[in-house]
Nanobody
Framework: QVRLVESGGGSVQAGGSLRLSCAAS????????VAWFRQAPGKEREVVAQ?????FYSDSVKGRFTISRDNLKNTVYLQMNSLNAEDTAVYFC???????????????????WGQGTQVTVSS
């Protein structure tokens, strides 16, 4: 069983940056694929970035967001730059069993979830 706890959310002005962290506990975390999702009010949960055998980004964040992981610290990061109001959402960390080479965008694919952290971007 993997437990995920996000942190680093907050309020920022448009054009600013934030770095989210996801601390993981549980066995063999390095053998899991990880991802960041987000969910804005009234919208479905959408994938933002994934890190497994390969790294993927949604078109809406490509070039602005960077996912990284430190397996020694069991932590996943999401560096978010050039934020805009459309990035406002609750951001979730997710983990899946295995090291995946494909981009899995459907939330139901993922095995473990954090509780989420709010990101608010004001214009």
């Amino acid at each position: 069983q993997v437990r995920l706890v996000e942190s680093g959310g907050g309020s920022v002005q448009a054009g600013g940056s934030l770095r989210l962290s996801c601390a993981a506990s549980g066995p063999h975390f390095s053998l899991h694929t990880v991802a960041w999702f987000r969910q804005a009010p009234g919208k479905e949960r959408e994938v933002v970035a994934q890190s497994g055998l390969n790294t993927f980004y949604s078109d809406s964040v490509k070039g602005r967001f960077t996912i990284s992981r430190d397996n020694l610290k069991n932590t996943v990061y999401l560096q978010m730059n050039s934020l805009n109001a459309e990035d406002t959402a609750v951001y979730f960390c997710a983990a899946g069993r295995g090291t995946w080479s494909r981009f899995y965008e459907k939330p139901e694919t993922w095995n473990y979830w954090g509780q989420g952290t709010q990101v608010t971007v004001s214009s």
